[in-house]
């Protein structure tokens, strides 16, 4: 059981001092907020386990018995309803070392008080937020594959996992623009919106050198509303990260990777695809049993659609002395972003637009540090 109660006006101070209240001329100059919303669960879970050989079965159900509603201006929206929503799970144990699972599970998802208040919020500058009290839940139904395996012999660990999920009912929003103003209002949506995520790492020791390679997939497809069109829009987004590192006890460690990067984005009827290439090294040295040397470089590359690539370099690098193991004060000397570097870029999108921002990082600084170990 959970309450949560929302308030909120727009108002603005004048030089003087003085307090001016707005009337919007949209929303039926509604401007404030005075929202309850309450909200109960009473539920009942059973699960079951069954095991046969190398298979073992773990079917679940739960009845929920739902309570919600939200009072604001003298209305009360209310509603009751019973759900049961199952649950699968099935595991097959090759050996100790290996397995292989999957995964089913039905959820319910409920908003909270902050979409459901029919007051104006204003969320920044540019993005204006009308919330809808009448807004239901939503069903996501979730399925997963986990493989597991290491091998003690010749130190291979391989792990791998692939997620599917779908939304029935999902909340979304009604975007309008208004020049650069962005006016949201929510609704449940009657189309499905679904993602796709898999993920694999493979990890192997050869003497003092691990290798790793890991992997990225994600695919999205959602439904928006801009300016009352509806459009869909896709999502492919891949990540490969090989790794080569050393793992010895006295002379000096490496770690060297690279990270490729695809994001591919289908938003109607525009395309945009960033590609980003990040080659990393990391050198950790432990000279005379007394100073510990580290420092770490890396170099990013982002394609840009409309010009020109972007780039910027990132180096940092410290030395600590520490006369024994057993001293209790150690120094250290740290430098960050030796390259004087002045701003990062990064690209990414979100339901209404992709972008590419680039935001300004701290100048070239040294710092002295002293420690002391109680």
Do not use: C
């Not at 103003?181 to 949506?189: G, I, L």
């Not at 950790?284 to 580290?294: G, N, P, Q, V």
């Amino acid at each position: 059981m959970s309450r949560q109660d929302f308030n909120s006006n727009l108002f603005q101070t004048l030089d003087d001092d003085s307090s001016l209240d707005p009337i919007p001329n949209f929303n039926n100059g509604l401007d404030t907020n005075d929202t309850q919303y309450n909200f109960s669960d009473y539920y009942l879970g059973v699960k079951y386990t069954l095991k046969s050989g190398i298979f073992t079965f773990t079917p679940g159900l739960s009845a929920h018995a739902y309570r919600y509603g939200n009072t604001q201006f003298g209305t009360n929206v209310q509603d009751n309803f019973s759900l049961v929503l199952p649950s699968f799970e099935t595991r097959i144990q090759f050996k100790k070392s290996e397995s292989l699972t999957l995964r089913y599970r039905m959820q319910n998802q409920f908003t909270d008080v902050t979409r459901l208040a029919s007051g104006i919020v204003l969320n920044n500058f540019n993005s204006i937020q009308i919330g809808n009290p009448e807004l239901q839940n939503a069903l996501t139904n979730n399925i997963s594959l986990f493989y597991r395996s290491f091998n003690l012999f010749n130190y291979t660990n391989v792990f791998a996992s692939v997620t599917y999920s779908n939304a029935i009912d999902q909340i979304r929003s009604l975007s309008n623009f208004e020049s650069v103003v962005r006016t949201n209002t929510f609704f449940n949506s009657g189309f499905t919106d679904e993602s796709v995520t898999a993920f694999g790492r493979v990890q192997r020791t050869f003497g003092k050198i691990r290798a790793t390679l890991n992997t990225r997939f994600n695919y999205s497809k959602f439904n928006q509303f801009i300016q009352g069109d509806r459009s869909v829009n896709e999502s492919f987004q891949q990540t490969y990260t090989p790794e080569l590192r050393t793992n010895f006890r006295e002379a000096p460690n490496v770690r060297v990777a690279y990270r490729y990067a695809v994001n591919d984005n289908q938003q109607g009827g525009r395309n945009t695809k960033f590609t980003t290439n990040a080659p990393s090294v990391r050198f950790d040295a432990y000279i005379w049993k007394k100073f510990t040397f580290l420092t770490d470089y890396s170099y990013n590359r982002q394609s840009n659609p409309n010009g020109s690539p972007q780039e910027f370099e990132i180096w940092n690098a410290s030395l600590s002395y520490r006369k024994d193991r057993d001293a209790k004060w150690e120094y250290e000397i740290k430098t960050t972003n030796l390259l004087n570097t002045k701003s990062q870029v990064q690209n990414g999108n979100n339901n209404v637009s992709v972008f590419a921002s680039e935001y300004f990082i701290q100048p070239r600084f040294v710092t002295f540090r002293l420690r002391y170990e109680i």
